[in-house]
Antibody, heavy 118, light 111 residues
Framework: DVQLVQSGAEVKKPGESLKISCKAS????????IGWVRQMPGKGLEFMGV????????RYSPSFQGQVTISADKSITTASLQWSSLTASDTAFYYC???????????WGQGTLVTVSS | QSALTQPASVSGSPGQSITISCTGG?????????VSWFQQLPSKAPQLIIY???DRPSGVSNRFSGSKSGNTASLTISGLQADDEADYYC???????????FGGGTRLTVL
């Protein structure tokens, strides 16, 4: 079975760095895209960007370009989302999801809650 | 503002049918046969319920059905049940942005 298992909830202070992860199993990790989706409290889904682990091709939605870094490690079938300096507006649930080329997600991780507060 | 437009809320009584619309444009919903719908139960991750406009993943009830006409996709839920109460999101690939886009979400209330 396809599974995407995300790392646990994080509580951080403004200005701190953070890397959250998404461990994939049950399919060929290098043959599908992995995307990240933000959901701010009480709001809808926002597509942040994607990575193709097969060749590390990475694409960001304009709203998130330069704000986060998406990466993937084929050896451990894990994708990551990283911030160098968090702000309170980064407080949200973050979901990883599997995607086929030019298609919406088909499988989702359980989500990681990131809380940024002084 | 979301790329795809959905009604903010819909409601229906148990046993009734409801339809949620998802309006995009000629570069997303109107162009691709890969429109998907997701159900998000309270405090849960989104779950795929319709893909490729009208296909259902294994295990999803046949009370959920999807269709598309022009730039508008629709999700119909028949025989409403209390546990259908959730947020529903549509999604499509967009040739304009070269990314996946989502609708703003529709909250379904079962009266």
């Amino acid at each position: 079975d396809v599974q995407l298992v995300q790392s646990g909830a994080e509580v951080k202070k403004p200005g701190e760095s953070l890397k959250i992860s998404c461990k994939a199993s049950g399919y060929s990790f290098t043959n599908y895209w992995i995307g990240w989706v933000r959901q701010m409290p009480g709001k809808g889904l926002e597509f942040m960007g994607v990575i193709y682990p097969g060749d590390s091709d990475t694409r960001y939605s304009p709203s998130f370009q330069g704000q986060v870094t998406i990466s993937a490690d084929k050896s451990i079938t894990t994708a990551s989302l990283q911030w160098s300096s968090l702000t309170a507006s980064d407080t949200a649930f973050y979901y990883c999801a599997r995607l086929k080329n030019r298609s919406p997600p088909d499988f989702w991780g359980q989500g990681t809650l990131v809380t940024v507060s002084s | 503002q979301s790329a795809l437009t959905q009604p903010a809320s819909v409601s229906g009584s148990p046993g009734q049918s409801i339809t949620i619309s998802c309006t995009g444009g000629s570069s997303d919903v109107g162009l691709y046969e890969s429109v998907s719908w997701f159900q998000q139960l309270p405090s849960k991750a989104p779950q795929l319920i319709i893909y490729d406009v009208s296909d259902r993943p294994s295990g999803v009830s046949n009370r959920f059905s999807g269709s598309k006409s022009g730039n508008t996709a629709s999700l119909t839920i028949s025989g409403l049940q209390a546990d259908d109460e959730a947020d529903y999101y549509c999604s499509s690939y967009s040739s304009t942005t070269a990314h996946v886009v989502f609708g703003g979400g529709t909250r379904l209330t079962v009266l």
